[in-house]
């Protein structure tokens, strides 16, 4: 079973080291470069009319890979690895559209607010409803009405407070990446690390499942996941092909991911998240996402209520560029940050499971 990780990582790996390529011709082909903002650091002007929506490749190889893998090893797809595809896919349309309107419509803004929030909305609440469906022989269903950290705690939320929670942590998380995705590979290289850290949590929760609490020395220690191994297949497809388009998007990147990559990576991270019950622990594991994200938060709050601004500029990473960091060196001590996050996340996902047993 374990063969199914190893040949979805490889063949994502291999359809985006040698698809990426090809979409860079064909955008180029067609135009679709990247818009750059004029009050952004002045080294970015170069990177005007590189290819964009790149996000398309390493979304197009992670479905073939998982697929691919189930076709190799004769294992049926599930319904965990099913919604959590569905989640990357739809938001990675809802980030298509919005790329497309810039580029090809010439509208800097790309889709409106609204449109793009009802997208989002729509992608999210179907996920978080459907997620609560399809029980397994013993009643599992792929997400839970629990809060979780590392595993399941607490009261049940209910089923509408769960469809706002979820939505929440979609929304969060998409915009999250979507502003780290402002140098070239930090969010893809960041994304690598949380995805190689939910391969781990994925096999892990299948060795102590609950579902081999025959044969494990601690049942009481087990994990109420429904597929923790198709999880794993997914999250390992996803690390194997955002490397191979690593390649391409690192400095100086050929193509960028746009908001059709930024949009995808956030809904895949939180879908798995959800469905392994580590809803809070993403909070950790993604800790550069969430970072970033809240030196935007302080820097428009601080400008509203004292008309003065805590960074030079925001996103955080563009506030070391314009201290005179290079960009290089920006993304390599980020990514040492993100791996920090993961390394912390994943020793409290060890203890949790050590003070159990």
Known sequence: MMKQILFSGVIGLFLTLIGTPLLIKLLARKGYGQYIRDD??????????????????????????????????????????????????????????????KIVKRRSLGLRAKAKMAGQLIVGISFAVLSLQFPDAIGNTPASTKLSFITDFGWTIGPVLFVVWALFMILAMSNGVNLTDGLDGLATGASVLVFGAYTFIGVWQFQESCANAMTLTNPNACYQVRDPLDLAVIASALMGSCLGFLWWNTSPAKIFMGDTGSLALGGVVTGLAILSRTELLVAIMGGLFVLITMSVVIQVGSFKLTGKRVFRMAPLQHHFELKGWSEVLVVVRFWIIQGICVIVGLGLFYAGWAAEK
Do not use: N, Q, W
């Open 40 to 101: 952004g650091p002045r080294e970015h002007a170069s990177k005007r009319g590189t290819p964009t929506m790149g996000g398309i490749a390493f979304i197009f190889a992670t479905v073939a890979a998982y697929f691919l893998s189930k076709v190799i090893t004769g294992y049926a797809p599930t319904y965990s690895g099913l919604l959590v595809l569905g989640l990357m896919c739809g938001m990675g349309l809802v980030g298509f559209l919005d790329d497309y309107i």
